[in-house]
């Protein structure tokens, strides 16, 4: 039966640490097996978690008509995204049940990347939680510097030069959303998320105390992370399988919130420069066949075919969907 290791990644920071490189055969392990795993001793403060999840939560109690004047756009991937919104990315399947906001990284609206791609710019900031952009924004930091921290270990257990993964980040799309999951009646049918993979290189989130995450095994079954508190689950997406050919691995995962309780998230998804193509840096492992990833032509996909009645073309493969 597969599990989920929990890995105290501090001795990361000191290249001459005794457990260095324990610690990356670990994190390494992880990756390969499941593709999950729980981090602690990011430096990250449980207050700091705290006053996220508080925005969080002030942010979904705006009132309706707020929410909706802050709404997504098919320009604008940014601001609110209604409840029942998303389905699966191939348009199959009943709609997840939760509401969400929607962040990317912070560009300035006269900054000159935005002329070389139309995903960049500044986000949309509820003014009626005016803490929100400075807890957030500061919180992203101190994520960029975990995410960075495993990125490099990884690189290392892997065998290539941490340049080889860190580069890419520069002026990255890396991405964040606040998630609302209402409780879902018991015999409800559905998910608050769909089984999915992340298209991500890695997602970092701050488990919250009311559970509902669920990652499947290579039999088929669920198991739910055990993270500490204070500690913070990470996972795998499709962008590090694939630069790895294949050695690291993207799992699929799923939420489902029956506790009688709201359920707030906010992952965090790390995703490289707009022009980055993503396509192995080791020979594939046997079996492991996917084309190169455009990244800027990836994160547009993803984000036009979430709307309802669009799907996915030839030239753009999985986009996380499950097929059964």
């Not at 509902?212 to 095994?217: C, F, H, I, S």
């Not at 499709?238 to 992952?267: A, Q």
Request: net charge negative; charged share 20%; glycine share 10%.
């Amino acid at each position: 039966m597969q599990c989920i290791s929990t890995i105290d990644i501090s001795p990361l920071r000191d290249a001459g640490h005794p457990q260095r490189h324990d610690t990356i055969r670990a994190i390494l392990a992880a990756a390969e097996d499941i593709g999950f795993l729980s981090v602690t001793g990011t430096g990250v403060q449980p207050e700091t978690v705290e006053s996220v999840r508080d925005a969080v939560r002030a942010i979904f109690a705006i009132p309706e008509k707020s929410k909706w004047d802050q709404a997504i756009t098919r320009d604008n991937y940014r601001g609110y995204i209604p409840m029942g919104f998303f389905t699966p990315n191939d348009g199959s399947g009943t709609a997840d049940k939760y509401e969400g906001y929607k962040l990317h990284y912070e560009v300035a609206a006269e900054d000159p990347i935005r002329s070389d791609c139309a995903l960049y710019g500044p986000n949309r900031w509820p003014v009626e939680v005016p803490e929100a952009r400075e807890v957030i924004l500061g919180y992203w930091a101190e994520l960029d510097g975990v995410f960075h921290l495993l990125l490099g270990a990884l690189a290392e257990g892997l065998g290539l030069e941490p340049a080889a993964f860190q580069q890419p980040f520069e002026t990255p799309l890396t991405n964040m959303s606040l998630l609302h999951y209402p409780p879902q009646a018991p015999e409800e049918e559905g998910f608050g998320i769909h089984p999915h993979k992340d298209t991500d290189a890695l997602t970092i989130i701050a488990p919250d105390p009311v559970g509902g995450l669920e990652v499947q095994t290579r039999d088929g079954g669920w198991i739910t992370p055990d993270c500490p508190p204070g500690g913070f689950v990470v996972n795998i997406g499709d962008m590090l399988e694939l630069w790895s050919g294949g050695r690291l691995v993207s799992t699929p995962h799923r939420v489902v919130n029956k506790t009688g309780r709201e359920r707030y998230s906010f992952p965090y998804f790390a995703v490289p420069r707009h022009d980055v193509a993503v396509q192995p840096l080791l020979p594939p492992v046997p079996g492991f066949d996917r084309p190169a990833v455009h990244c800027g032509h990836w994160s547009a996909e993803i984000w036009r075919t979430n709307w309802p009645g669009e799907d996915a073309g030839a030239d753009t493969p999985e986009l996380g969907t499950i097929h059964s």
